[in-house]
């Protein structure tokens, strides 16, 4: 039994998509009342001890709105004391380099070697942005209005979800991933403004952008992290999607043309 926490979000609900299409047994975790799901909270660690009940494997994916692990903490206390055998967690793209005299990433490698400490099996997933992150940018897309780029000019192999889903499903159903730390590139170095030219050509629309240096208003956890890559920390390519999934990432272009109706669509 594998427990899929963030199932409702981006990269969670690719994981159950894939799990049920090849009948792997899963549980669904929410903080909402859903059919075949389980309601738990990790602001309420003591539900946590029922979503972990019998459960093998756990799909770690927590977005605690201030920088902390307590979230990836109780769940690790709860899962120990379930007997859980192995966690994969989805953490991110340059977690624990040091940057501007901060760490990026800082919570995500505090829950990193909390789940190290813990005596249970590992993977970790590093991405880098999804490419799913425009869907946030769809109204201001369609109203003709700048996209906001945090990133400058600097380059990153932003990534495609189902990539990200595709390698937690293989690490979680199959030991040869075990104790490995994925940085889960795309394919192809680009900059804001290229990801903007790739969505103009597939939407066939002008997409505006608009530089956005003030990054002191992003929220806490972000700043070391975007900061980090707008210097360039984030442009590298690895080749884990393609050594764990035996075929090449996807490109920018391949998620948007998939994703033309979402984005054109209202939110
Ligand atoms: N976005 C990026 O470009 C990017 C890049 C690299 C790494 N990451 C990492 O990826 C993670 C986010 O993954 P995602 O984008 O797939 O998530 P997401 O789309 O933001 O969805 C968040 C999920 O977490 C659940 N959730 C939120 N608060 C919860 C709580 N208190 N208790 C239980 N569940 C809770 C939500 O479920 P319910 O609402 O149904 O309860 C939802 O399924 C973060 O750790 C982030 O650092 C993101």
Do not use: C
């Not at 090849?22 to 979503?51: C, H, K, N, T, Y």
């Not at 005299?101 to 490698?109: P, Q, R």
């Not at 293989?170 to 394919?187: F, K, N």
Request: no cysteine; charged share 20%.
């Amino acid at each position: 039994m594998i427990l899929v926490t963030g199932a409702t979000g981006t990269i969670g609900s690719h994981v159950v998509r894939l799990l049920t299409d090849r009948g792997v047994p899963f549980r669904a975790m929410s903080r909402r009342e859903r059919p075949g799901g389980v309601r738990a909270d990790f602001d309420d660690p003591a539900s946590l001890a029922g979503a972990v009940a019998g459960v093998d494997t756990v799909f770690l994916v927590t977005v605690p709105p201030v920088p902390t692990a307590d979230h990836d903490i109780d769940l690790i206390t709860a899962a120990r004391a379930a007997g859980v055998r192995k966690i994969v967690k989805l953490s991110a793209i340059g977690s624990g380099k040091l940057f501007d005299g901060a760490t990026v990433g800082e919570w995500h490698v505090a829950a990193e070697e909390a789940i190290e400490a813990s005596g249970l099996v590992w993977t970790m997933l590093r991405p880098p942005s999804f490419a799913s992150n425009f869907l946030r940018y769809r109204a201001l897309i369609q109203a003709g209005e700048p996209i906001p780029n945090l990133t400058g000019d600097s380059r990153q192999a932003i990534v495609d979800p189902r990539d990200v889903a595709a390698v937690a499903v293989a690490a979680m159903t199959s030991d040869a991933h075990d104790g490995q730390r994925y940085d889960l590139t795309g394919p192809k170095l680009l900059t804001f403004t290229d990801q903007a030219a790739i969505l103009e050509r597939v939407l066939e629309r002008l997409v505006k952008i608009i530089d956005v240096s003030a990054l002191d208003q992003l929220p806490t956890g972000m700043i070391t992290g975007i900061s980090w890559a707008r210097a360039g920390g984030a442009a590298y390519v690895t080749d884990d999607v393609l050594r764990v999934l035996g075929r090449p990432a996807g490109t920018f272009e391949e998620w948007a043309r998939d994703h033309q109706e979402a984005l054109a669509a209202m939110p």
